[in-house]
């Protein structure tokens, strides 16, 4: 793995060529904050989501359960539509919360988080007003500090008042975010107005902006028939809690889980796919008795920490971050994220995969009552408007849990660990990404470029060569090849160009093995597997291919 930041164009660069990723609409110069998976792409997020589906639900009491961890609890699946009824939005708390604050440029028209605008201000000790102020951005993804023009600029207008004020005077430097910075000084005339990062232009009043897309349903204009894409899936989830409890027989503890897309408006999306405006998730909620739910917090903050590290990011690149108890929501008494130190971050930042979060019974009892606030006394109660009624009325449908072994009725609790398939798809690209050298056949050093994914993500498993297009090799290759696809292993057949060549194409796309048919097989009926990482060559009788390759990919 290579950690500096410049690999991230690399990764991009092989990602386009190779297929995996392209930009949306590109021959339209692109959309912003959309991508499209290309053939190889497609085929590592199916890996990515499939394995999530099968670790988490279908087989999530035998595969991959980390030792002593128990399994005697049900998971079962859901796909619910993308856009639900509007209440729903107005009781989960997104209608009302669900935004950012931006500010936009007036000259370049560039529109920026008022959280992602840093300044920069030198503050005159003695009137503890700012003398002049920078602005750049920064947020978890890029922290790109003061530039050195800026940096003199600011040191240029301090000198520049002290002659004016005629005087040795002190100033010091203080940096705070833009809401900071608005909150502190946008109330006297003479300070320096905290400009545009990119032009120094003008900067609006900062404006809420909701996440959510809208549109419109039906032939109905106006409010009546709007309506919202989903911005997480969970919603879909609590909406059928009843209807999966009576259908399915499940038992608390139970999981429900779902993989689809969601959409958010966000202000800049950036980072390549690691902040888009359409984007998929995997999304569990648990639910389970409250005198239980701190303990199943835990667990499945450990497990969903554990499966990343299966699939491949290990090390110091990936750690679990426990939120401080000033981050959590208000309901929740523990959150934490499972992130990732993406290559195009700086070093020592880390960018979210996933929140494991405690959600106590806020969720279902929205839905029951209206939406839930915390009240002075640290209580939900539901949020009142000014007649004194709630503010969102909830479904008044019973959502509690009946157990008919200890005849009690409750809210159940929920622990919901919320993935993004495609940020792990982008943290396992870039893990993946590997650099060498290697003799070719000539015994020249050669540069390789290799995708070290884990077999199980790997979109294609084994590939499949004649050494040479004559004496009967590219037949009995193709009859391999064929046998690998028939047994349900995704196989790449190919009799272009040097066998060296073959195999650095297939390193670039990450194919764990690849098989040789050479003028020996006709003899022995023996093939060679090469082993991408280790380069190893063995010899394997032909008719034990699909056991041997069916055997690695199991373990
Ligand atoms: P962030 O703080 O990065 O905006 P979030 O805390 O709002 O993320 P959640 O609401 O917890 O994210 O969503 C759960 C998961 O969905 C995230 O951990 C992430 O993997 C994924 N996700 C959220 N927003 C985006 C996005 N704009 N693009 C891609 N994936 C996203």
Not at 416 to 426: I, K, V
Not at 474 to 492: D, F, N, T, W
Request: glycine share 8%.
């Amino acid at each position: 793995m290579i950690a500096m930041a410049q690999e991230m164009d690399k990764i991009v660069a092989l990602c386009k060529h190779r297929g995996f990723i392209f930009q949306s609409s590109e021959i339209y110069g692109g959309l912003n904050g959309f991508w499209d998976y290309g053939p190889l792409g497609v085929e590592l997020k199916r890996n990515v989501k499939e394995s999530w589906w099968r670790d988490m639900i279908t087989r999530h009491d035998e595969l991959n359960v980390p030792e002593g961890a128990p399994t005697a609890f049900s998971m079962v699946g859901l796909d619910c539509s993308i856009i639900m009824h509007p209440q729903v939005w107005k009781c989960s708390g997104h209608y009302d919360l669900f935004h950012d604050f931006m500010v936009d440029c007036k000259e370049c028209k560039s529109r920026f988080r008022v959280d992602h605008v840093t300044v920069a201000a030198m503050i005159d000790t003695a009137s503890k007003q700012p003398v002049a102020c920078e602005t750049y951005i920064h947020d978890a993804e890029s922290a790109d500090g003061l530039s050195k023009t800026q940096a003199k600029r600011l040191n240029k207008a301090v000198d520049q008042y002290k002659k004016e004020q005629g005087g040795d005077i002190d100033c010091e430097e203080a940096t705070m975010s833009l809401d900071a910075y608005l909150k502190l000084f946008d109330h006297g005339a003479a300070i320096p107005p905290a400009g545009c990062p990119k032009c120094r232009g003008e900067l609006t009043a900062p404006r809420e902006f909701n996440l959510m897309f809208k549109t419109t349903v039906g032939a109905l204009a106006g409010e009546e028939g709007t309506a919202f894409l989903r911005p997480e899936t969970a919603q879909g989830i609590f909406m059928n809690f009843k209807n999966v409890v009576d259908s399915s027989r499940v038992k608390i503890p139970f999981g429900i889980a779902q993989i689809g897309k969601s959409f958010r408006n966000e202000i800049t999306p950036r980072n390549y796919t690691f902040r888009s405006r359409e984007f998929e998730q995997m999304e569990i909620e648990f639910f389970c008795h409250p005198d239980e739910s701190r303990k199943w917090y835990e667990y499945w903050r450990d497990r969903r920490f554990d499966w990343y590290v299966r699939y491949g990011l290990a090390g110091d690149r990936l750690q679990l971050r426990d939120h401080d108890p000033d981050e959590l929501s208000h309901y929740s008494v523990g959150t934490a994220d499972v992130e990732y130190a993406f290559p195009f971050l700086d070093e020592g930042e880390f960018g979210e995969l996933e929140g494991d979060a405690h959600r106590g019974d806020f969720d279902l009892r929205s839905h029951m009552e209206g939406r839930l606030v915390r009240d002075e006394s640290g209580c939900l109660v539901v949020e009142q408007n000014e007649h004194g009624q709630p503010k969102y009325r909830g479904s008044g449908k019973d959502l509690r849990y009946f157990n008919d072994q200890t005849r009690e009725r409750f809210v159940p609790h929920v622990i919901e660990p919320s993935a993004g398939a495609d940020r792990a798809t982008l943290a396992f690209l870039c893990e993946a990404y590997n650099e060498d050298e290697q003799p070719d056949e000539k015994g020249k050093m050669q540069s390789r470029v290799y995708m070290k994914f884990h077999p199980q993500l790997a979109p294609i498993k084994v590939a499949v060569f004649p050494l040479i297009k004559k004496d009967g090799m590219p037949e009995r290759a193709a009859a391999l090849y064929r046998e690998l696809k028939q047994a349900g292993i995704a196989s790449m057949y190919d009799q272009q160009a040097a066998i060296g060549r073959r195999y650095r194409r297939q390193d670039e796309i990450g194919t764990p093995w690849c098989i040789t048919i050479d003028g020996q097989t006709a003899e022995d009926n023996a093939v060679t597997l090469r082993e991408r990482d280790t380069l190893e060559q063995t010899r394997i009788p032909i008719d034990r291919v699909v056991a041997d390759i069916t055997a690695r990919l199991n373990t």
